[in-house]
């Protein structure tokens, strides 16, 4: 059974979405279907934070579209704009009745109910967000990782000022050095121990090690390197998702 939203951007329509997420994950369903993303870009800003299920769902979606995309079918939704009922809408001619008097003959898109009875301009603007929207979730935007890198000497002879500067002179697109310290290893020997961060889909760690980090010129100071922890880095708000149980 196709949800009706109406007039989402006013503060009457934020209210009755914020009651309406207070039981639930999603839109519709138990997983983020194509009726979250339609909702979703409908809105024009993220609900402000006083609506606490409007906002905790708006960041959820924002996230699962930058990181692997919503692939949901979902049970159908419809955005209204003329009144600011909200609810599950019953079988009625209201609902059921997908012509809307504003579409022109020659409009092709399928989609176009959805919107209700929005003016020209507003269901092209809406469209245009849901494309947007859409499009990014498919082009998943690369994210990043924070890696911890062990890196050896030869001996205890080695200049460690030196093999830091080899490491520190590697330079490409989407890496940056970050801190470092010399731990004993033993014998008098210490190792490199350096942080850096990488754009995933721009620095492969294993290429960074063989082709530069041990191969000439700075295999003249650095005999191995290995990783020592590699963490994801999320750059989106942090979401508590809920799990409710309905008796």
């Known amino acids: 059974m196709a949800v009706t939203f109406q007039n989402l951007n006013s503060t009457s329509g934020l209210k009755k979405l914020d009651e309406f997420l207070l039981p639930r994950s999603y839109i519709t369903?138990?997983?983020?279907?194509?009726?979250?993303i339609a909702v979703y870009a409908e809105?024009?800003?993220?609900?402000?934070?006083?609506?606490?299920?409007a906002f905790r769902w708006?960041?959820?979606?924002?996230?699962?579209?930058?990181?692997?995309?919503?692939?949901g079918e979902g049970r159908g939704v419809k955005i209204e704009g003329s009144t600011t009922v909200f609810e599950?809408?019953?079988a009625s001619p209201r609902?059921?009745?997908?012509?809307?008097?504003?579409i022109d003959d020659d409009d092709d898109d399928d989609d176009v109910d959805l919107f209700g009875e929005e003016t020209e301009e507003e269901k092209k603007a809406a469209e245009d967000r849901a494309a947007a929207v859409k499009a990014s979730g498919k082009k998943k935007e690369s994210g990043k990782s924070s890696v911890l890198l062990d890196v050896k000497p030869w001996d205890d002879e080695t200049d460690m000022q030196k093999l830091e500067a080899a490491v520190r002179s590697?330079?490409?697109?989407?890496?940056?050095w970050g801190a470092s310290k010399l731990v004993a290893v033993g014998y008098?020997?210490?190792?490199?121990?350096?942080?850096?961060?990488?754009v995933d889909d721009l620095v492969s760690v294993d290429s960074l090690i063989e082709d530069y980090l041990t191969a000439e010129p700075a295999n003249e100071h650095i005999q191995s390197c290995d990783i020592v922890a590699f963490n994801k880095i999320c750059?989106?708000?942090i979401v508590i998702c809920s799990c409710y149980i309905h008796i």
């Open 170 to 176: 590697v330079k490409l697109e989407g890496l940056l």
């Open 43 to 53: 809105l024009s800003a993220p609900p402000p934070s006083d609506y606490i299920n």
């Open 235 to 237: 750059e989106f708000a």
């Open 88 to 90: 599950e809408a019953p």
């Open 29 to 36: 369903g138990y997983q983020a279907s194509k009726d979250d």
């Open 95 to 102: 609902v059921t009745d997908t012509k809307a008097p504003a």
């Open 58 to 71: 708006y960041n959820h979606i924002e996230a699962l579209l930058r990181l692997s995309g919503v692939s």
């Open 188 to 198: 008098g020997i210490k190792k490199l121990q350096i942080m850096m961060t990488i």
